[in-house]
């Protein structure tokens, strides 16, 4: 049973950057997919992008392309996010998920593991 924490949220000003990780534990993800979402309050969840944990293919959403780049370290299962230029708008709880299946990977429904999130918070 996979089990996903993550880490590396907190309070950063505007124009900042942070780096997310997400430590996978429980058993191998073989070709599963990491995606990483986040949830500002009032709002739906929104996908921002997801890794291939084997071959690092990578699929960006709107709201991640351009300031954040994921990437995973197969030594020490984590899989990172990294958010450069950071703007209030980006406050939220950010997850990480894992999967199986080869399409719907910008979807929820795609995943079955879920970790239970990192807060971040930007101040204008």
């Known amino acids: 049973q996979v089990h996903l924490v993550e880490s590396g949220g907190g309070m950063v000003q505007a124009g900042g950057s942070l780096r997310l990780s997400c430590a996978v534990s429980?058993?191998?993800?073989?070709?599963?997919?990491m995606g990483w979402f986040r949830q500002a309050p009032g709002k739906e969840r929104e996908f921002l992008v997801a890794i291939r944990w084997l071959s690092g293919a990578t699929w960006y959403g709107d709201a991640a392309r351009g300031r954040f780049t994921v990437g995973r370290d197969i030594a020490k299962n984590v899989v990172y996010l990294h958010l450069i230029r950071l703007k209030p708008e980006d406050t939220a709880i950010y997850y990480c998920?894992?999967?199986?299946?080869?399409?719907?990977?910008?979807?929820?429904?795609?995943?079955?593991?879920w970790g239970q999130g990192t807060q971040v918070t930007v101040s204008s």
């Open positions: 998920a894992a999967g199986k299946g080869d399409y719907g990977l910008q979807f929820e429904s795609f995943y079955d593991t």
């Open positions: 429980g058993g191998g993800l073989g070709d599963d997919a």
